[in-house]
C-alpha cells in the first residue's frame, strides 16, 4: 500500500501560519524528490515548492520567504510550513514524489496525496 498523506490544512487568518505534513506509507520518502502543490477553485495546478533527494530546495516566487519546504527522515514526512499567509494562499494543497526533481517540475509525481483544503479568511 503506497500512499501519501497531507494533514494540517485548516482555516486561518491573513497573516497567520499553517505547517502542513505529506506522509508516506509504503515506500521511503527519502528516496524521492517531492513537490507541493496547489488548486484554488476555477485555477490550473501550480507548483509552489520543491525538495530534492538531496534536501535541495525551491520555491515558486509568489511564496518565497514565506514558505519553507523540509523532510523529516524518521517520520517519513515532508512539511510545507506556511507564514505570512494571504488569501490569495487559499486552495487544496497536494504532495507529490517522483525519482527526480524534473519530474516533480513537470508536475509528473509517482504518487499523489488527496489533498488538504486551506482557507485564509478573516
Known amino acids: 500500500q503506497l500512499q501519501l498523506v497531507e494533514s494540517g490544512g485548516g482555516l486561518v487568518q491573513p497573516g497567520g501560519s499553517l505547517r502542513l505534513s505529506c506522509a508516506a506509507s509504503?515506500?521511503?520518502?527519502?528516496?524521492?524528490?517531492v513537490g507541493w502543490f496547489r488548486q484554488a477553485p476555477g485555477k490550473e495546478r501550480e507548483w509552489v515548492s520543491s525538495i530534492s533527494r538531496s534536501d535541495i530546495t525551491n520555491y515558486a516566487d509568489f511564496v518565497k520567504g514565506r514558505f519553507t519546504i523540509s523532510r523529516d527522515g524518521a517520520k517519513n514526512t515532508v512539511y510545507l510550513q506556511m507564514n505570512s499567509l494571504e488569501p490569495e494562499d487559499t486552495a487544496v494543497y497536494y504532495c507529490a514524489a517522483a525519482r527526480k526533481i524534473s519530474m516533480i517540475l513537470l508536475h509528473l509525481g509517482d504518487y499523489w496525496g488527496q489533498g488538504t483544503q486551506v482557507t485564509v479568511s478573516s
Open positions: 509504503g515506500f521511503t520518502l527519502d528516496n524521492y524528490a
